[in-house]
């Protein structure tokens, strides 16, 4: 969908009848807001899009926006869109702050989901300072401090030691609490009380009594409204809250198994209830599963299948087999009663999952491989059946048309070697452990599949016991009906290469290019002590670090250095930036600094040096370089990590949306590797964490826009938290 002007944006988001695209439409199409800092770099500009000034002309527009995009659990989106929203406060008049706040809250709410919880708490928090401007009226403040309490909820969740779980739960409950003071008799702000008092309380001790007080409280409400308005989804979930906290855990059983009846009951409702019901079973010393099997299944079902056979090929999955493929994966979603996917758009297996996951009105995400029009020429449009009319052209034009979200990963073209659709598959499992993660969903593989191996890496087979072996899930199987001919199953054999092999290979590692930042205006006469100094902090670190990278160069002001792991490149990023930060003092004596003269003829500042880090993760090519004649690693996946650096902010590192993912998957194979006490043990601890940054046009042209994350240590969240 395109728009044309403000009044058909302002009616789309006015009627809530928009799709994830359309959103994704309406922010691609804003005339942007840029940041006031004119120094910071900028990506060259992407292709050109009729600009609406939406957002400048009508605030009002800017909250639905952010509304709906939360409403969906759009939470990067949420994050683009509130940021750039938040830059027109200082210009806006009182009543355009009203509007801000509640943007301000969206923007909160979604940092919650997305782990960033002291974040959110900054957010919000000033909103409430006496002297804070426009003055909020009691709803507004009453929201705000109920926020506040789901934020400090989240936190003593995922609290490692059980004295900080009982500090941040009282911090919440006396959130809660003085939201109460504003409204006595609202229902959510008692179930919070209810449950936080039950997680918080001892045997006997009079929180405890509380708790069971204010359930009682919660039942005789709930009987009130609904005899004056029927039974609702909140009424209801709040009487099953209210039973599970007095102990009575049938009644709670029954009062969850009720929820996905109620009318208009979403699956971002239904899960977010299960999260919360799993809490509950604990305070009452119980599995954290005791009421999982009243919810209906909640996942996100990870797919993958067979492409269909093509001429003079192997027999899978032949064009008579579409029909009984079709009616095989309606009746597998029917059973496990699907509701969100995740999926390439190949022809074939993908394409009819898409449609039979739609059939039930389900949403998915479409993950591809590489750019769109090259994905079609490769995997869509040559599996067409020769002289009948097209089948997987018009099937993956509506799947782009109707996907929630929608992925390009960082490839161009079609992977040459068996580690390119490895790399793929891996990045994809990535995406979804993190998507599940956010939305509260299970993990669920799925296949059609025969049950022989592949040909190579990425396909159905590799997917099988990739999830099987490294992710300890086991996939669900759809059997495809055999082939007519079953002897043409004979066909391909799966290619084993000889143990010599030349040295260009391809690989996947982690690539980090720095940049020192004010190198370009240091005197000719300070350039030895660079050399002398600062490149050999360099050297010392990169020969002394636990993570020593496996490649490294430098030329100019430039670093470029090879990892076998995002675990390592990531680690040694901040190694870096440490080293650079800490070393600041003997930057400025020996001269290693640039002025920055003010206009008000005061002293100039002194700017020591400064590094920025980009990340990327891919598949490189590993080669003997004739020129330089030594061993190095070249690729289109050099050139993407080059892009990243540009557009990082000083003494930071950014990384792509795939290292991200590599790392979201390193750490949960090791994790489910660990068991049970993984999640807190030493062996598990990756060191740092991918906090979405935004996304991004990248340097020099780079096509698109890029979803980066800020690599940060794993201690300053948790010093924050």
């Known amino acids: 969908m395109s728009f044309d002007n403000i009044d058909e944006i302002h009616e789309v988001l006015k009627s809530g009848a928009l799709s994830v695209r359309d959103l994704h439409q309406i ?70 702050r009203l509007e801000l706040v509640r943007v301000r809250m969206d923007y909160a709410a979604a940092l919650t989901r997305l782990a960033f919880t002291r974040d959110a708490r900054r957010e919000i928090e000033p909103c409430l300072d006496p002297g804070f401007q426009p003055k909020l009226g009691r709803k507004l403040k009453a929201d705000i401090l109920l926020q506040l309490g789901d934020i400090l909820r989240e936190e003593s969740h995922h609290a490692a030691a059980k004295s900080a779980q009982l500090k941040t739960a009282e911090e919440a409950l006396g959130f809660y609490q003085q939201a109460l003071a504003f409204e006595p008799e609202r229902l959510g702000t008692l179930v919070h009380i209810a449950s936080t008092s039950l997680s918080s309380a001892e045997e006997g001790s009079a929180l405890l009594e509380q708790a069971h007080e204010t359930a009682r409280h919660i039942l005789k409400l709930t009987e009130k409204l609904e005899d004056e308005g029927g039974q609702r989804f909140q009424t209801a979930l709040a009487k099953a809250t209210a039973h599970a906290v007095l102990g009575d855990v049938e009644a709670a059983a029954r009062g969850y198994g009720e929820l996905h009846k109620m009318l208009g009951a979403s699956t971002a409702e239904l899960a977010e209830a299960r999260y919360r019901a799993q809490f509950l079973a604990e305070a009452l010393g119980k599995p954290r599963d005791l009421f999982k099997t009243a919810f209906p299944p909640l996942q996100l079902i990870v797919f993958a299948g067979h492409l269909p056979d093509r001429p003079g090929g192997r027999a899978r999955f032949p064009q008579e087999s579409v029909g009984a493929v079709r009616e095989a994966l309606r009746a597998q979603l029917d059973k496990m009663q699907a509701r969100v996917g995740l999926v390439s758009a190949s022809a074939g297996a993908d394409l009819l999952f898409i449609e039979a996951l739609r059939a039930r009105q389900g949403t998915f995400h479409l993950v591809l491989p590489w750019s769109r029009e090259e994905f079609r020429q490769t995997s869509v449009l040559p599996f067409e059946p020769p002289g009948s009319a097209p089948v997987w052209g018009p099937l993956f034009d509506k799947a782009i048309g109707e996907a929630a979200t929608l992925r390009e990963l960082g490839q161009v073209y079609e992977p040459g070697s068996d580690v390119g659709w490895e790399y793929m598959s891996e990045v994809t499992a990535g995406i979804a452990l993190h998507t599940a993660r956010a939305s509260r969903l299970d993990v669920q593989p799925l296949v059609l599949w025969d049950g022989l191996p592949g040909y190579g890496a990425g396909g159905t087979d590799s997917f099988y016991g990739f999830w099987r072996r490294q992710l300890r899930v086991a996939p669900l199987v759809v059997r495809p009906p055999a082939p007519q001919h079953p002897d043409a199953q004979s066909g ?33 006469k300070v ?195």
């Open 492 to 524: 391909g054999e799966r290619r084993t290469p000889r143990c010599e092999r030349s040295v260009m290979q391809q690989e996947v590692k982690s690539m980090l290019f720095a940049d020192i930042v004010g190198y370009s205006k240091l005197t000719e």
């Open 27 to 96: 922010w691609e199409q804003r005339q942007p807001i840029l940041e006031p800092d004119s120094h910071r770099r900028r990506g060259d500009p992407g292709p050109e899009v009729r600009q609406i000034p939406w957002l400048k002309e009508d605030i009002s527009l800017a909250r639905l926006f952010t509304r709906q995009a939360l409403a969906k659990e759009e939470f990067l989106l949420v994050w683009d869109a509130a940021r750039e929203i938040l830059r027109l406060w200082p210009a806006a008049n009182m009543n355009e």
């Open 527 to 721: 350039i030895p002590e660079f050399v002398g100094t600062f490149l050999e902090r360099v050297s010392r670190l990169a020969t002394e670090s636990s993570h020593t990278p496996t490649y490294v160069n430098t030329w100019g002001d430039a670093v470029y250095a090879v990892f076998d792991s995002t675990h390592a490149a990531g680690r040694f990023a901040l190694e870096m930036t440490r080293m650079v930060k800490e070393g600041e003092r003997d930057w400025l004596e020996k001269g290693l600094y640039w002025e920055e003269r003010a206009d008000d003829g005061r002293e100039p500042v002194r700017h020591p040096l400064s590094v920025r880090i980009g990340l990327h993760c891919g598949p490189v090519l590993l080669h003997y370089d004739p020129v330089v004649r030594h061993i190095g690693f070249t690729g289109a996946h050099v050139n993407r990590a080059a892009r990243i650096e540009p557009v990082t902010k000083r003494g930071e590192v950014f990384a792509c949306e795939e290292f991200a993912a590599m790392a979201e998957l390193g750490r949960e194979i090791v994790l489910r590797a660990a068991g049970e006490d993984g999640e807190n043990s030493p062996e598990t601890d990756q060191g740092f964490v991918c906090e979405y940054a935004g996304s991004m046009q990248l340097a020099k042209g780079y096509p698109g826009r890029h979803r980066i994350y800020r690599v940060n240590t794993k201690a300053a969240q948790e010093q924050e938290i």
